[in-house]
């Protein structure tokens, strides 16, 4: 399926966020989303999820590009072969609309807003043959002014993605960029900076002032940008030179939203950024140009609901009450402020996820599809989805799926998809005929790179429907069951297996490594699902000890090593080629360092890695190359690890694949490497490495491959890094000669895996 989404422009904004977020979700889920607009802070993101943007200039009523932006909507839905085209706000309805009277493509729309019904604006709204609305009261307004058919709107949400805004979001990166002091009462509002949508922005500097007396440590930080955008900062800054010193900050533009809302005690705006605010936890006041509601709670969920948290129709925002609620808020015990955060998430969670969004986009294009009643489209009906898909569709109706793998794949992270190929590989080598799916975060890409099936990885009713043909469940490798992400992860892995066993398949923990586990009611369950599994591998020792006092003791359990010892490394000339667009100079020796952003590690960690490189720099003539594993997550510490650096850093870029970036650790002469898999691929290719120690599987891995030198980041001394460098400069031969030792024994007993899950697989029934 092709879902052409076509909207005014990609500027900060909630409805342009819900854009974004809607079809990065119907991306993963295999649909094939192609997005116009007049581009944007946006853009890049979507670029990241992979998913065509084409500009076209919607933003403007201009005669001229009103003509443009026809023709090139023509053009862009038939070149495509659009199946259903989506707009999203009044411009692009229209032309859409000009454009469906005359081809009758499929075409609907989602009102984000009200607007005016007066002449002549009301000849130059349309809404297609289906419509989406994002609360109840838009629902009421399309019916009484436009006598849309009830039956041909679904009331949809503006979904959240749970896991990009969560309290434990990294926001060092805002804080240093603006100067966020630590230990500060920190209130955050966030809105477009338009004179329509920046009213309570201007109130909340109006009351600093006051704030201040009762509360003398606060920051305040508005974020958005505008027409209004420079009367808000003016604004702010005579208020700071008021007061002597600068309270507010004020930011423009920005994408980061969930870095922003994360640092804050306090926040304070409406709509969708005021949900991404609760979902990290955070308490909220809703407020805006359209009215006032307050403090987020119980008794004021039904409003929000009603409102679609804007308030609409409720009494005007004023000074007076705003400034009654932030200090009642920040003024409330620490208990108090935190059940105010947990209820709400646990909102966002329960009501507003983006899946649940997706859902209601595809019952409103199967609808369409199908011309059936938009809410009379079941669950059920996305099992026949796959007849819509343009790329690569599964093959349900053909009888057995072999083997379906289920595990942390479609992230863009080296480590776990090395995992995945040399799994496939190995087990597509013995048995080339086998069936195989995984179940990844980008099924399109999956299939694409692997030459496997797959589907997403929380759409349950493809995974059930799958499931209930599968032969062999395979549950790795990786760190799966552990609860240091979230007991959600450890849920979601756990719920797989339980399924899969429930449904009769046999269960195979391929190659996993256990733990961390830091809550002890976590045992139970985890004893409970894996009793149950036909067979397990570890990839070290120190896995199975975790197993036993958890007490899982009945399937056969066996240490094997990590898959990812079989992965072919990209030849030294391919790995040249990536180093030197990296920036280095050609036949330079150099250390690979990579890093992740974690939570408890040492707040002077980057100083410090950044000192340790300039001293390996300095001392041992090799140049610094960081390699990020997840290039989202890595990519902006080691950037900002580069910027502390005396000495000039490279950074590896350009998502290489596994086998690349295990060819550019075999190339280096040393690594420091915090990401499990870079222990791994330096062990597999001889390359010296120094652990740098975030989580009990770096330590068991070092002490797996026979390596000592490790440093703790929580705990970070540079001078003993610095020495461990210099010993391996003295042992290096002996060092280079025991890795790949470990490497190869490693290697043959990773083979084990493939022959215990064939095994496995023939005992099946077929």
Known sequence: MRILMATMQLDIGGAETHIVELSKALARRGVEVIVASNGGAYEQE??????????????????????????????????????????????????????????????????????????????????????????????????????????????????????????????????????????????????????????????????????????????????????????????????????????????????????????????????????????????????????????????????????????????????????????????????????????????????????????????????????????????????DIDSYLITNPIRESKGKIDIMISGYYGFHNSGDDSILKAMVDSLSANRPELRILALSNDPAETRTIYGIDAIHRFNLPRILWNMRKTRLLISGGGSLIQDITSDKSLTYYLSIIYLAKKLGAKVMLYANGIGPIRHESNHKRIRNVLNRVDLITLREPSSLEELKRFGVTKPKILVTADPAFNLVAASPEESAVLTEKAGLPSGSRYCGIAVRPWKYADPDLEKYIAQIADYIKEKHQLEILFIPMQEAKDLPISQRICNLMKEKGYILKGHPTPSQQLGVVGGASLILGMRLHTLIYAAKMGTPVIGLTYDPKIQATMHYIGQEYTASVEHVNPLTVCRYVDKITKEYEELTAKLKEAGKISGEKAVENTQLALNLLDSCKS
């Open 46 to 383: 979507l670029k990241e999820a992979g998913i065509r943007h084409i500009k076209v200039p919607f933003h403007s009523k201009s005669p001229l590009c009103l003509r443009r932006a026809y023709q090139l909507l023509k053009q862009i839905i038939f070149e495509n072969h659009i199946d259903v085209v989506h707009a999203h706000a009044r411009i692009p309805a229209f032309l859409c609309g000009l454009l469906h009277k005359r081809y009758h493509f499929r075409f609907v729309t989602t009102a984000h807003w009200v607007f005016s019904t007066r002449f002549p604006y009301n000849l130059l709204t349309r809404w297609g043959d289906r419509s989406l609305a994002v609360s109840d009261d838009i629902k009421d307004y399309l019916v009484e002014n436009y006598g849309i058919d009830p039956e041909h709107i679904r009331v949809t949400i503006n979904g959240i993605d749970t896991e990009k805004f969560s309290r434990d979001t990294d926001y060092s990166a805002v804080a240093q960029e603006f100067g966020l002091q630590k230990g500060r009462t920190r209130i955050v509002y966030v809105s477009r900076m338009d004179i329509d949508r920046s009213f309570a922005a201007h109130k909340l500097i109006e009351i600093t002032p006051t704030l201040t007396e009762k509360i003398p440590n606060l920051e305040v930080v508005i974020v958005g940008g505008g027409n209004d955008y420079e009367a808000v900062k003016n604004e702010s800054e005579a208020v700071n030179q008021r007061l002597g010193r600068r309270v507010i900050i004020t930011t423009g533009s920005r994408t980061d939203i969930n870095r922003f809302v994360a640092s804050g005690d306090l926040f304070i705006g409406v709509s969708r950024a005021a949900l991404e605010a609760m979902a990290c936890e955070k308490p909220a006041i809703i407020a805006g140009n359209e009215g006032y509601i307050g403090i987020f709670d119980k008794d004021k969920l039904q409003i929000c609901i009603d409102t679609n948290f804007c308030c609409r129709g409720c009494e005007a925002t004023s000074a007076a009450k705003l400034q009654e609620d932030v200090l009642a808020v920040l003024t409330a015990s620490p208990e108090q402020q935190a059940q105010l955060g947990a209820y709400a998430r646990q909102t966002v969670i329960e009501r507003y996820s983006v899946e649940t969004m997706a859902d209601d986009a595809m019952k409103m294009y199967i609808s369409i599809i199908k011309n059936s009643k938009i809410n009379e489209v079941s669950s059920q009906e996305f099992e």
